[in-house]
């Protein structure tokens, strides 16, 4: 069974702080993916990022960084210097290895990022 | 670039009605998956297949079916509709190979209401 968890329901910050976005999985797969998924109120579901499970080292993308640690099960999100569009529904999810395989979202963390 | 097609965006039916959902994937995408988003939910697996064969199939009721043609595209059909099923439905598409090997797309979806 998989399980993802992001204990952070709402957050809620001022523009230009730096906000970090937690994600802790369970999985008994070897080999596995992670993603993040971005859904603003517009209601579509945008991919950010997906790390495959061997490849430990962290990314950066603009504004966006993602520490993943295999040893503690996290995923984790940063964004820097955050805007107001970056108010979302923002989504960690996982899947096994295998093509067509389903992904299983953790339950959102809704990000408020005001002027 | 292109993206995934659904149809109709928006959908109203009558309890005990019938619908069908289309799925239009990305130009070369083999699988494709389908989604149900309730309200303030996180996106909940239905089904997927690859090459018109189901790959994964998750807690999708017997009232729905789904299929993939020769030319990728897919339908989701749902009969006996109830007041529970009024959601979001997302379609992703995916390719089993690449640099972005097995990485889900979604569509805008197709928001149901069921009256």
């Known amino acids: 069974a998989q399980k993802v968890t992001q204990a952070q329901t709402e957050i809620s910050v001022v523009e230009k702080e730096d906000v970090t976005l937690d994600c802790v999985y369970e999985?008994?797969?070897?080999?596995?993916?992670l993603f993040w998924y971005k859904q603003p109120p517009s209601g579509e579901l945008v991919f950010l990022i997906r790390r495959n499970s061997f490849d430990e080292q962290n990314e950066i993308s603009g504004r966006y960084s993602w520490n993943f640690q295999k040893s503690t099960s996290s995923f984790n999100f940063t964004i820097t210097a955050s805007q107001v569009v970056d108010s979302a529904v923002y989504f960690c999810a996982l899947s096994p290895e295998t093509s067509g395989s389903r992904l299983t979202f953790g339950e959102g963390t809704q990000l408020t990022v005001n002027p | 670039a292109a993206g995934v097609i659904q149809s109709p965006r928006h959908l109203i039916k009558e309890k005990r009605e019938t619908a069908t959902l289309k799925c239009y994937p990305i130009?070369?995408?083999?699988?494709v998956y389908w989604y149900q988003q309730g309200p303030g939910q996180d996106p909940q697996f239905l089904i997927s297949?690859?090459?018109?064969?189901?790959?994964d199939k998750g807690s999708i009721p017997d009232r729905f079916s789904a299929q993939q043609f020769s030319d990728y595209h897919s339908e989701l059909n749902m009969s006996s509709l109830e007041l529970g099923d009024s959601a979001l439905y997302f379609c992703?598409?995916?390719?089993?190979?690449?640099?972005?090997?097995?990485?889900?797309?979604f569509g805008p979806g197709t928001r149901l209401t069921v009256l």
């Open positions: 130009p070369r995408h083999d699988t």
């Open positions: 297949f690859y090459e018109k064969m189901q790959s």
């Open positions: 999985t008994r797969d070897t080999t596995y993916y």
């Open positions: 992703a598409s995916s390719l089993r190979g690449g640099a972005h090997k097995d990485t889900q797309y």
